[in-house]
């Protein structure tokens, strides 16, 4: 009768490296065995360490974002994720020149990991990000739709309207020169009934902002009103990251993300995140 080989237990590599890294953060020698069968204590250290590294309630942005956005394409430098940004408008630009084909809209999301420098925190870091698209060229910026801010762990996120799609502003035609029939009689009459025009459309105006000021602290609020063009959304935000393994020996990161979408999100979720 032929004696059955035991069976061996095959150390999970992934798992190994997690005890590995728990127990180096908690100063005691590490172990190859499986935690499930020779070290509990382990296998509890390696839950908490996975739970640190996105504690719950640690940013709120995150929590948000989570609901309306994928996962992000993570990119290894921001001149990286620039790079990939431009790509995809490029891309977009000639897609929308081309007859043959309808135009392909750009539905970019990247983020990239920095350390932490405590001089730049979030508020600092969306407002530098955002100065460099703007130089690119690349991204026409409209007016900010959104601010948030995350104090207690530095996040913050900016949404704009892209103005991709908006209209040139009117050009200003130069006003007439005066002539010398300006000095006429009629033109004299025509000069103040234009003043008394002028006064009774500017205490109009005046009664006019001082009902909408009454009805505004009475909080009725006017809806804003959906922007022209695409409706696309540019957003960049920024929080402190916590992925790092050092991070548990306060060497902190920062993970900037920027989000372009073409056409953009409904309006009414635009407004509620």
């Known amino acids: 009768m032929k004696a059955e080989t035991p069976a061996r237990h095959v150390a999970n590599p992934h798992v190994d490296r997690d005890v590995t890294m728990a127990d180096a ?24 360490v996975m739970g640190s590294e996105a504690p719950a309630g640690s940013d709120r942005l995150r929590e948000d974002a989570a609901l309306h956005t994928t996962v992000p394409k993570e990119y290894q430098t921001g001149q990286s994720l620039f790079d ?41 870091r969306v407002k530098r990000v955002v100065d460099e698209l703007k130089q690119s060229g690349k991204l026409r910026f409209g007016n900010l739709v959104k601010r948030e801010s995350e ?5 913050h996120a ?10 040139p502003p009117p050009q200003k035609h130069p006003s007439p020169s005066p002539t010398t029939r300006d000095a006429s009689p009629s033109a004299a009459i025509a000069s103040s009934q234009a003043g008394a025009l002028l006064k009774r ?6 009664g ?22 695409c409706g696309g959304t540019i957003t960049v935000s920024a929080v402190t ?14 993970k900037i993300a920027v989000r372009v979408e073409h056409p953009g999100r409904d309006f009414k979720r635009v407004l509620e995140w």
């Open 25 to 48: 953060a908690a100063g005691e020698p590490s172990t190859s065995a499986s935690p499930s069968r020779s070290n509990p204590r382990a296998m509890k250290r390696k839950a908490n």
């Open 84 to 124: 990939g940004l431009s790509r995809g408008v490029e891309t977009s630009r000639a897609s929308r020149t081309s007859t043959a084909a309808p135009a392909r809209y750009v539905n970019f999301h990247g983020s990239y990991t920095i350390v932490m420098d405590p001089d730049v925190r979030g508020e600092r």
């Open 151 to 155: 104090k207690s762990r530095g996040g």
């Open 158 to 167: 900016r949404t704009f309207w892209c103005a991709c799609d908006s209209p």
């Open 201 to 206: 459309t500017q205490s109009t105006l005046v």
């Open 208 to 229: 006019w902002l001082a009902k909408s000021q009454s009805k505004e602290k009475s909080g009725d609020e006017a809806l804003p009103v959906p922007p022209p063009g």
């Open 241 to 254: 990251d916590f992925s790092h393994p050092l991070g548990r020996m306060g060497i902190e990161g920062q």
